[in-house]
C-alpha cells in the first residue's frame, strides 16, 4: 500500500534529529508528522482511514492494539489528521543527539547552529531522499519540517512533512527502544 512508503518517511522525520545543537531528554516522546504537499497521498491517506473506519469494531481493535504495541496510533488520531508515534529514546541516544532512525538510511548532510539543525538525508528502502529543518525548544520539545522526495511506480513524487516532537516522560513503559543502524 502506497500509504506504508509515506510512513516510511514519517519514521525518517522521526529520526532526523540527530546532531541537534541541544541535547534531548531520553525517555518516551510522541512524535507527531502531518503530511501534505502530494494530492495522491492525501487521496491514500483518506482511503485508508475510510477503510478504517468500515472495519468491524472486532478488527479495528486489533488493528489499533498491533499499531500501538508499535507505539503508534491510527492515521488521523493527531490534530489535524497528523500521524503519531510513541518512540523511546535511551540515555545513550540522548547523549550522542541521535533520535531513532530508521534502517537504510543516512544523513548525507548536517549543520547545525544554537538551536537549528538543517539537513540532508537518503534511505534505500524505499527508495527516498530529502531535507529538513529541526528547531529544538528545549529539551523536550522540537519541531521540524522536511521534504521528500520518492519514486513510485516509477514517477517521482514530493511531499511535505511538518512535525513536532514532545517529551511524554523518563519511563517509556511498554515502549521498546529502536534498533539503531551500524554506523
Known sequence: MRVHRYLAAAAVAAACASGQAQALKPGLWE??????????MDQAMAEMQKQMAAMPPEQRRQMEAMMQQRGMQMPGAGPGGAMSMKLCMTREMAERKEMPMQQ???????????????LAFTCASPPSSGEGQFTAMGPDAYASRMTVRTVVQG??????????????????????????PKK
Open 155 to 180: 514517477k517521482q513524487e514530493t511531499m511535505t512533512m511538518d512535525g513536532t516532537g514532545k517529551w511524554l516522560g523518563a519511563d517509556c513503559g511498554s515502549v521498546q527502544p529502536p534498533q539503531m
Open 31 to 40: 512524535v507527531t508528522n502531518k503530511m501534505g504537499g502530494n494530492a495522491q
Open 104 to 118: 537504510g538510511c543516512t544523513i548525507t548532510k548536517l549543520q547545525a547552529s544554537g538551536n537549528t539543525t538543517n
